[in-house]
């Protein structure tokens, strides 16, 4: 299954207030770790290891209420911009990107880097939370 972007709260809301296990991708397009590990996590949602969750991406810009209602927390694009910061990237790599696994409205983990054996980790635990 490959991974779905969400594109508004209400949509958030639905996905993971549904019965399936789904995670979550918080990430930014300014964001380097989250630009290098986006491919592992959609080569994971291709795996049958993994066929029983569902994956989704969310652009913190973009969907800032999903992102402080999950507490996501990162310095957006805009306020680099504003204050003309080029390069928080050390921030950055301690919040950025995370990854959040929800099931019937519950966060029930949470995974904060770009590691890859953390995030398939968090979704082997995930999965076997919920098996």
Request: net charge negative; aromatic share 12%; proline share 6%.
């Given at each position: 299954m490959p991974v779905t972007a969400i594109n508004s709260h209400e949509e958030?809301?639905?996905?993971?207030?549904g019965d399936k296990l789904?995670?979550?991708?918080?990430?930014?397009?300014w964001c380097g770790p989250c630009r290098a590990?986006?491919?592992i996590f959609q080569n994971h949602s291709e795996s049958d290891l993994f066929a029983g969750i569902a994956?989704?991406?969310?652009?913190?810009?973009?969907?800032?209420?999903i992102a402080q209602e999950v507490g996501i927390r990162a310095?957006?694009?805009?306020?680099?911009?504003?204050f003309r910061i080029r390069s928080l990237d050390f921030i950055f790599r301690l919040q950025?990107?995370?990854?959040?696994?929800?099931?019937?409205?519950?966060?029930?983990?949470?995974?904060?880097?770009?590691?890859?054996?953390?995030?398939?980790?968090?979704?082997?635990?995930?999965?076997?939370?919920?098996?």
């Open positions: 958030f809301k639905t996905i993971i207030n789904v995670v979550i991708d918080f990430w930014a397009t590990i986006s491919p994956f989704y991406k969310v652009d913190v810009d973009e969907q800032p209420e310095v957006c694009g805009m306020f680099r911009e504003l950025m990107p995370t990854f959040a696994a929800f099931q019937n409205g519950n966060k029930i983990k949470e995974f904060v880097g770009a590691n890859p054996q953390g995030l398939q980790q968090l979704l082997t635990q995930a999965a076997a939370s919920v098996a």
